[in-house]
């Protein structure tokens, strides 16, 4: 074996030893790594009253309640992942992107009562990217609400949004 | 190239044969050939494809329909987000070609390469900043997704740092392709992190499996950016790397004339120390 | 246009640092090639002019 190989395998065996160490560290922290815990996750573990966590899930809709005490608007929503819900409430102003059918992230604690009394409100977009025009013509062709979940693949959004644009807009029915 | 390796088997090995194929590019007169022809070729490309993708999405790429025109961020951050990875990644392959093949030319474009990607992955992290305050409501979180490339940008930092922190220049490149081959730990985690755990830094719309998430309006012009950017980190690396062979040209040169001003053929380390000093600037 | 100080802040450091990168790397170029040159010359013409 000339030097050259025997540096190759070397340096081979120290990066699988490395890339091994780097995965099971990973995964043995895993559940600190996570950035927020999911409503279903609170009510199976659920943590201690003093403790600040963050909470995450999507706004669900016709849940949002908002008042005023004074100048700060108090706000109170659910917070939902599918299987289970979460009483969030917050008093403060909230991020532009904050609306039914978002997702967000509440830094705050667990209250006695079940509700989560957040001192902090994220809002989380997902990764679709569309133009206004776009999203208004989906809407009006009835296919997707906002408010009710993720919209449709960028594929059929031409289709789809032509549907809704025509003379007669009671006509979802004949797309495809 | 300065070891004499005496191959003992008749059909060479996977390293060897490598090697072979490796050195013919190792040679810096002929790198500086190539250089030179290819430096037009990336130069030009990356100003006009650049200069375009920024007007297009800056002034005629429509606005999003929840992010308004803050989505227009993403037409700088993505490509320094690609950039920043794929910067290390070139850097890994050097730290590979150095360790093991002792590839003088993969020393020196790491060296070029550290400050080029640290300054990618710095507007990487600045933009995402600047996107994230507006939109997520916040500057900084600390996810996986934003943890593991602000890691990226320390061992930029840190390699920087390393191969220039020797006298004698060999042992820097050593400690330094070390550090650069296992940081590269951090590329998968990177790419990753956003679908192993839950951040706040959404997905990737952009995946080679699946179709994009994201209208075709927006699509090009990210598209046209991403490809000018890579083109100008290329040109910026061709440029910095020819410079530094050049410059170690210009040094190795000093050195023999220093040694004897009258024998410009002599062999360079003669009396390698006597008043380098001065001309290794 | 909506965020426009964050998209302008975005593009301008962009923007700039890409400029200054692109400007240093050109400008230490051009200054190697002519440390490069100036070296060259003198050794190769006592070279070519030796007996």
């Known amino acids: 074996m000339t030097r050259k190989s025997r ?8 990066l699988v030893g490395l ?3 780097t995965a099971l560290t990973l995964s043995a922290f895993s559940s600190n790594i996570v950035f927020f815990m999911a409503p279903s996750q609170v009510h199976a573990h659920p943590p201690a009253a003093d403790r600040t966590i963050r909470l995450g899930g999507m706004v669900v809709a016709g849940s949002v309640r908002q008042s005023k005490t004074g100048d700060t608007p108090v706000n109170q929503f659910d917070v939902t992942d599918g299987q289970d819900a979460v009483t969030v409430r917050y008093e403060g102003i909230l991020p532009d992107l904050f609306r039914e059918g978002q997702s967000v992230v509440a830094v705050g604690s667990l209250q006695a009562d079940g509700a989560f009394r957040a001192s902090e409100v994220l809002a989380k977009h ?11 013509a989906l809407r009006r062709s009835g296919k997707w609400d906002p408010r009710y979940g993720k919209p449709p693949d960028a594929a059929s959004w031409n289709s789809m949004a032509a549907s809704g644009t025509g003379p007669d807009k009671a006509a979802p029915q004949h797309g495809s | 190239m300065g070891e004499n390796e005496t191959v003992l088997n008749a059909t060479p090995s996977l390293a060897a044969r490598t090697g072979n194929f490796l050195h013919r590019y190792a040679n810096p007169g002929r790198f500086l050939r190539l250089g030179a022809r290819l430096q037009p070729w990336l130069t030009w490309p990356a100003i006009v494809l650049s200069v375009a993708g920024i007007v297009w999405g800056l002034f005629l790429s429509p606005a999003d329909w929840q992010q308004g025109d803050s989505v227009r961020i993403m037409y700088v951050h993505v490509p320094a987000a690609w950039l920043a990875s794929s910067g290390y990644m070139g850097l890994a392959v050097c730290s590979l070609l150095s360790l093991v093949w002792r590839h003088p030319l993969a020393d ?15 507007i990487c992290l600045a933009t995402g900043s600047l996107w994230g305050k507006p939109m997520w409501g916040t500057w900084w979180v600390w996810d996986a997704r934003l943890t593991s490339v602000l890691v990226l940008f320390f061992l930029y930092l840190g ?5 220039r922190a020797f006298d004698e220049p060999q042992r820097g490149y050593r400690a330094a392709a070390i550090l650069g081959l296992a940081g590269a730990v951090d590329l998968p985690i990177i790419k990753f992190s956003v679908q192993w755990w839950n951040t706040l830094h959404q997905p990737d719309s952009i995946t080679l499996t699946a179709a994009p998430t994201m209208s075709t309006a927006m699509l090009w012009p990210l598209l046209v950016c991403t490809l000018g950017f890579t083109l100008g980190f290329a040109a910026i690396l061709v440029a910095r790397l020819r410079a530094a062979v050049m410059e170690s040209r210009v040094r190795t040169a000093l050195a023999m004339r220093r040694a004897d001003p009258h024998d410009a053929t002599r062999e360079p380390d003669r009396e390698p120390d006597r008043d380098l000093g001065g001309a290794v600037a | 246009m909506t965020h426009l100080p964050y998209i302008a802040a975005a593009y301008g450091l962009t923007v700039g640092l890409a400029v200054l990168l692109g400007t240093s790397a050109a400008l230490r170029l051009r200054r190697a090639r002519a440390r490069l040159a100036a070296v060259e010359r003198p050794a190769r013409a006592t070279r070519t002019n030796a007996p």
Do not use: F, N, Q
């Open chain 1, 126 to 136: 997902d990764e679709t990217y569309m133009p206004k025009e776009v999203a208004e």
């Open chain 2, 159 to 163: 390699h920087i740092a390393l191969i």
């Open chain 1, 7 to 14: 540096r190759l395998w070397l340096v081979g065996g120290c």
């Open chain 1, 19 to 21: 890339g091994t160490a």
């Open chain 2, 108 to 122: 020196l474009a790491a060296v070029e390469i550290g400050p080029v990607g640290a300054s990618v992955t710095a």
